[in-house]
Each structure stands twice: as C-alpha cells, then as structure tokens.
C-alpha cells in the first residue's frame, strides 16, 4: 500500500508539472531603461505629448505643496531636456493627479497646445481641496524659450481629482474629454460625469477680487474654450480610471469605488453629430459589448489570470506592433494593487487581452501608483515615475513589444 501510494504521487506530480509547462505561455515584451527624470521622483504628474516631445508637469515627491515644475521628454533623441520650461502658473493651486490632453493639428501633430486642471491641491491636511480650473500651455517655438500658460475655462461639475482624459477628432478638429474623478469634502463623492472642451468660442465666469477700498467685488472675466456635459454616459462612479484611443475610439477602464472596477467600455464620435454626442459600446450582456475584464463567464476565450487586470492609478500607452499588421496596440501597467506590475496588451479585434512582460521584469516588482506614459505617434511608448509606498522613482522605460523576455535586462 505504501508503494502504490508513492507511485500515485509520482504520477500525480509530473502530471501537474506537464500542465503546468503547457498552460503558461512566455510573456513577450521587454523594458529598456531610458533618460532619467531630470529633478528627482514623483508621482501623479499631468502629461500631454506634441508632436515628438512628451511633457510632465507638476505631481507630487511627497513634501507639500505638490511640484510646479514642467519637463519634456524629446522621443528622437530618446532624453529629457534638462531645462525647466516655464513652471505652472504660481497664480493657481500647485497640484497633483491633475489630468492632461493635447489639441493639436490632425495634419501636424507638432503644431498644437497641451492642456492640464483638476487635480487635489494637497497642502496640509486640513487644507486639502479638488479644483476645476484649467490652463492651456503654449509649446516654445525657438531654441531657449520656455513657452507660457494661459487659464482657459474652468470644468464645469464638482471639483475633481483622479479623473480620466483623451482627445477625439471630430470633423477635422480635435476635442478635449475629461471624465469621472473624486470630489472631496463637502461633498466626498466618487463621479461618473463627462464633459468636452472646444477651444474656440469663450466662457465668462465671475471672479471676487479685492479693490482699492479693501473691499470683496465681483467681476466678470472672460476666458478661452467651452465645456459642455454628455449626456447619458454608461460608466459607474470611479477614481483612477484610464483611457486610451485607437483610430479615433476611446476606450475607459480600470479605477475603484472603492473596490476595484472592471467594467470596460468604448465610445467614438457620431459622424455629422458633433463633438458631444457620442455613440457608446452596448452595455453587458448584449453581443457587442466589451468582455469585462475579469473572469465572470465560463468563457474558455477568457484568460484565467484575468483577475490582475483590476487596477486604479494605473497608466495606458499605445504602441505600434509589426506582427500585428503595423496597428496601434493599447497596453495598461502600473497601479495602486500589489498585482498591477503586469503588463496587459489589448487585442481589439477580439477584444480579448494578454499578459506581457512584466514593469519592468529584472528588477524588484515593487507596484508602482501614479506613473506617466508617453505614446507618439511613431509608435513608440514610454513608462516611469511614479511611487511606490514612500519611495518616488525618476526611471524611465520604453516598452518593446513582441520580443522575447529579458533581451535589455542583461544591458542593464
């Protein structure tokens, strides 16, 4: 009996072994090590990209009040300019988990501005506050100049953090979209709204100053762009959420209220209905509707390591892949959960996503919360920032897609 009972395990053993080597495919993918951030870490910075220069600005190294300074990473040269454009305007909040997107030309994307608000302006605990206000950067245009900020109309709807933002091309003009966030006290909500900017046209708002005699006065000041509200949006209430666009389609996911989310949807424009009315992916269980990105079906399609997708405070880059027929492909990594060192790639044809190398695979796999990312129109994208605990990293990371695992780390 003891004999049959050692042979049983044996069988048993290498059974499991077998499945084992054939049910884990190699993750594909590598990181290769880029500039380092020229001022130290930081966390939940604000970032836009025009043309071949991707830009931080502001975020948080874990001293109050959060940071004011702007850098750009230049994609060519594969380096940071280590001159400090012009810093944040000193006349509004410093801030972090601020939301950025560019408007630029569709025919020169080099040609165009970046914009950046919301965002906590956390400077001490009993002064912690979400903001609405919004200003447009005007990129240099010779060698040595630092560009300027301009405020631009504020978004309307509760002050916010931790919302999501993407630009969309709608007849042959570029919107800005900004989306969902956290409001804090009075109010401390999670949100699920959504609003579109046009900058043309103008907006007034009302402003107190303090005149000659010390005393409170209203004034109307005018200001560049408008906001308008979608109407009837189909995501739930979240913070942390991320979106991505590919030909012209954003797509949101992630974030947390507080558990982890794990809905997925698209939206694109409507052709000949304008900037503000969008045409939304059906919801569940209807048969165009986007899988969930969780196992919730015995489905064999889905992956059953799906459950590290959920992630809030994570980042989406887009890259270009020759295997796949030289497309654009979307990619998550990074966030708040001790899982969110995966690295996801997202197949939109069969809506489908698949595991990829890990951020970054050969060295510790601390999560990292709050990182930026870069994605440029040649197809290249790069990761790094962000936190991880009390440490607050200034690497930098290109994404290499479909090579095998671990080519850069000996490089390193």
């Known amino acids: 009996m003891k004999i049959f009972r050692y042979i049983f395990l044996i069988v048993i053993s290498s059974v499991m072994c077998s499945c084992s080597d054939t ?25 836009f990209v025009i043309g071949n220069y991707g830009y931080v600005v502001g975020g948080f190294n874990g001293s109050r009040p959060a940071r004011r300074e702007v850098f750009r990473f230049n994609e060519t040269l594969n380096m940071w300019q280590t001159t400090q454009l012009e810093r944040f305007p000193d006349e509004a909040p410093a801030r972090q988990q601020a939301v950025g997107f560019s408007l630029v030309d569709p025919s020169n994307p080099s040609n165009g501005f970046g914009y950046v608000g919301t965002g906590w302006a956390d400077q001490g605990k009993t002064q912690e506050r979400t903001l609405t206000g919004f200003w447009r950067y005007t990129p240099p245009t010779v060698a040595g100049a630092l560009g300027s900020w301009t405020e631009v109309a504020p978004l309307p709807g509760p002050a916010r953090r931790g919302a999501f933002a993407f630009s969309l091309e709608v007849g042959g003009k570029m919107y800005g979209y900004v989306g969902g966030g956290f409001t804090d006290s009075p109010d401390n909500e999670y949100l699920k709204d959504m609003f579109v900017f046009d900058p043309d046209g103008t907006t007034t708002v009302t402003r107190t100053i303090i005149d000659d005699n010390d005393d409170e006065v209203d004034i109307q000041v005018d200001l560049d762009g408008v906001w308008e509200q979608i109407e009837e949006v189909p995501f739930g209430k979240r913070i942390g959420a991320v979106a991505f666009v590919l030909d012209n389609r954003a797509y949101i996911c992630n974030g947390k209220n507080p558990g982890l989310i794990n809905d997925f949807y698209w939206c694109a424009p409507q052709p000949g209905e304008g900037p503000k ?38 980042v989406a880059f887009v890259v270009r892949i020759p295997e796949r027929n030289n497309r654009l492909t979307a990619h998550i990594v990074g966030g708040e959960q001790s899982t969110a060192t995966t690295c996801w790639e997202y197949d939109e044809e069969e809506d489908l996503w698949q595991q990829r190398t890990s951020f970054f695979n050969h060295q510790n796999r601390q999560f990292r919360e709050g990182m930026v990312s870069f994605s440029f129109s040649s197809g290249r994208a790069f990761v790094g920032l962000g936190r991880s605990g009390s440490q607050y990293w200034d690497d930098f990371w290109e994404f290499i897609p479909w090579i095998d695992d671990e080519i850069y780390s000996d490089m390193q």
């Open 277 to 314: 009315k969008l045409l939304w992916s059906p919801r569940l269980p209807d048969a165009d509707a986007l899988r969930t990105m969780t196992k919730v079906h015995p489905d064999d399609s889905f992956d059953d390591e799906y459950r590290p997708l959920g992630r809030s405070h994570g």
């Open 23 to 47: 049910s884990e495919d190699p993750l594909i993918g590598d990181w290769r090590r880029s500039d380092v951030f020229p001022i130290g870490g930081r966390c939940h910075a604000a970032t």
